[in-house]
Antibody
Framework: QITLKESGPTLVKPTQTLTLTCTFS??????????VGWIRQPPGKALEWLAL???????RYSPSLKSRLTITKDTSKNQVVLTMTNMDPVDTATYYC?????????WGQGTMVTVSS | EIVMTQSPATLSVSPGERATLSCRAS??????LAWYQQKPGQAPRLLIY???TRATGIPARFSGSGSGTEFTLTISSLQSEDFAVYYC??????????FGPGTKVDIK
């Protein structure tokens, strides 16, 4: 059974850097074709892909956020970390991580991040 | 970047009735189209991938069709647990996947 769980701060101040960790089980990020992605959802709004990292360390970023995002993996710890710099109130959202095998087949429960001074 | 649109924004349906949701891509995505269901307070759940293949455990009342730029999700007979928001998502074009804005299916 694949499970994922997001962790990180619930509140960050404007201009700060957000660091989120996705800890997963039930699959290995060293398996060919497998990836882990990050998706966010502002309150009452639609889903937005942020970043994706594959088993071979191929990394993909949303073009509009690329300059602010970094995604890394620690295969031995079964973790993927997303950092987003220069946080703004418009970045307030629930952040999800997901197992990707062509598509997002399993999702974490999400973590709500509020950006406010 | 490919832009996904969905219609209608809200669909009011009575239990037992058929629901038809549409998704359009700004350029061809071949059959690289997925559908997700999201209930309030929950993470999305994969329903369909490859435009028409049901994910594991998804009931047969959910079906997908289309290719290129036009896609449809059909729920043949709505059950109470099907009232939710449905998102389409393309995974054909890099660098990143893109979702549509969603269709909310609510009780008529």
């Amino acid at each position: 059974q694949i499970t994922l769980k997001e962790s990180g701060p619930t509140l960050v101040k404007p201009t700060q850097t957000l660091t989120l960790t996705c800890t997963f089980s039930g699959f290995s990020l060293s398996t060919s074709g497998v990836g882990v992605g990050w998706i966010r959802q502002p309150p009452g709004k639609a889903l937005e892909w942020l970043a994706l990292i594959y088993w071979n360390d191929d990394k993909r970023y949303s073009p509009s956020l690329k300059s602010r995002l970094t995604i890394t993996k620690d295969t031995s710890k079964n973790q993927v970390v997303l950092t987003m710099t220069n946080m703004d109130p418009v970045d307030t959202a629930t952040y999800y991580c997901a197992h990707v095998d062509i598509v997002a087949t399993a999702w974490g429960q999400g973590t709500m991040v509020t950006v406010s001074s | 970047e490919i832009v996904m649109t969905q219609s209608p924004a809200t669909l009011s349906v009575s239990p037992g009735e058929r629901a038809t949701l549409s998704c359009r891509a700004s350029q061809s995505v071949s059959s690289n189209l997925a559908w997700y269901q999201q209930k309030p307070g929950q993470a999305p759940r994969l329903l369909i991938y490859g435009a028409s293949t049901r994910a594991t455990g998804i009931p047969a009342r959910f079906s997908g069709s289309g290719s290129g730029t036009e896609f449809t999700l059909t729920i043949s007979s709505l059950q109470s647990e099907d009232f939710a928001v449905y998102y389409c998502q393309q995974y054909n074009n890099w660098p990143i996947f893109t979702f549509g804005p969603g269709t909310k299916v609510d009780i008529k």
